[in-house]
């Protein structure tokens, strides 16, 4: 089994490659073994093309040493036509005898039909080498297909005596942040698919809500504003980028942005998640304010946190989100500032 795992961290590492990427899809890697040699390997580069299966198979130079090979895959090997044809179809036709693969596809289309599809055609297919790393890696994937909602990350700075800004109406923002860490939260944003800002935020700090800082793609913007308080000449309604607004009054979309009617009365995070679900964002990083990140925590609706603790003091303001039910809370010293990382 030390040998399945070694092959098997290798897929990982190459899937990782693909962050940013591939979603909606999931991150997958793959690599081909001869006679305990890497002939091959591969991994999900971008959306809507080739997969981890028939890149590493590409990559082998001789194909004649695919007949007597292993090919292991982290994820478990597509078995329908979507914007690529079946992997799982490829492996046969290639005629490689053993597959390991890290975890089953959690995909409805998918979900064990590869594995089926592999055995059926009298192949060798051993299933759960480092199964929980694979399905961390997978987990924004995971989530989305299980929940049907997207993978949900909170990020907010706090100064030393818990308050994330000053009481204002305008002005500028207290600096909880620095160089350092704003580069890390936009590196943040360019692996995710869309971040969320609500009404106050949007009015006091006309976000653009881009990667400027770092090397991507701009997630989709997400802003809540139930009344239409923001006013359409602030950044997030210039159009440059997908922009959704939920709101509980209806408006015709426009110029890249989609105005999307919510039903206020009762709590609408649930129907919000599920209408970014539908919408193919499976990661989502809500970034403020305070009222919008307490409800999400209120609800038990997150995945994952990052808060950076500033060592300024501001004596009062507006309160930092309180942190209630996390499972586990690890504290890294990130360029002069504490990052907390909670995970439920």
């Known amino acids: 089994m030390k040998t399945e795992e070694k092959y098997m961290r290798r897929c990982i590492e190459l899937a990782q490659n693909g962050l940013g990427s591939v979603s909606p899809n999931p991150m997958v890697g793959a690599v081909i073994v001869c006679n305990d040699k890497i002939i091959g390997e591969g991994y999900h580069r971008k959306y809507g093309e080739a997969h981890a299966e028939v890149n590493a198979i590409a990559s082998v130079k001789d194909a004649t040493l695919l007949k007597r090979s292993t ?7 597509c078995s329908h036509y979507g914007k690529t044809p079946p992997c ?7 005629k490689i005898p053993r597959i ?18 592999l055995r059926h055609a009298g192949r060798e297919v051993i299933v759960g080498v480092l199964e929980t790393e694979c399905r961390e890696l997978i987990r924004t994937f995971i989530t989305a297909h299980t929940l049907h909602r997207p993978y949900i990350i909170l990020k907010w700075a706090e100064s030393s005596d818990g308050y994330v800004d000053l009481n204002r109406t305008g ?15 936009h590196k943040r944003r360019a692996e995710i698919d869309g971040i969320m800002v609500g009404t106050r935020t949007a009015l006091l700090d006309h976000p653009s809500l881009t990667v400027r800082h770092w090397c991507g793609q ?3 913007r997400i802003l809540v504003d139930r009344e239409l308080k923001v006013p359409t000449d602030t950044p997030l309604y210039n159009g440059e980028i997908t ?23 009762n709590n609408p995070l649930p129907d919000m998640m599920y209408q970014l679900y539908k919408r193919n964002i499976h990661s989502l990083m809500v970034e403020g304010g305070s009222l919008l990140l307490q409800s999400f925590i209120d609800c038990g609706l997150w995945d994952e946190a990052f808060v950076e603790k500033s060592a300024t003091l501001l004596h009062s303001g507006v309160k930092a989100p309180i942190m209630k039910m996390a499972t586990s809370l690890t504290c890294e010293k990130h360029f002069g500032v504490d990052i907390l990382h909670f995970q439920k």
């Open 171 to 185: 002005g500028v923002a207290a600096k909880l942040s620095n160089e350092q860490t704003a580069m890390l939260v």
């Open 218 to 220: 701009n997630p989709t």
């Open 71 to 77: 090919i292991y895959v982290s994820l478990e090997p």
């Open 243 to 265: 922009t959704l607004v939920f709101t509980s009054n209806a408006q015709p979309n426009r110029g890249g942005i989609e105005f999307i009617e919510i039903d206020f009365q």
């Open 100 to 117: 390991v693969i890290g975890c089953q596809d959690p995909f409805a289309k998918v979900a064990g039909n590869g594995i089926r599809k």
């Open 88 to 94: 799982a179809d490829l492996i046969i036709e290639k």
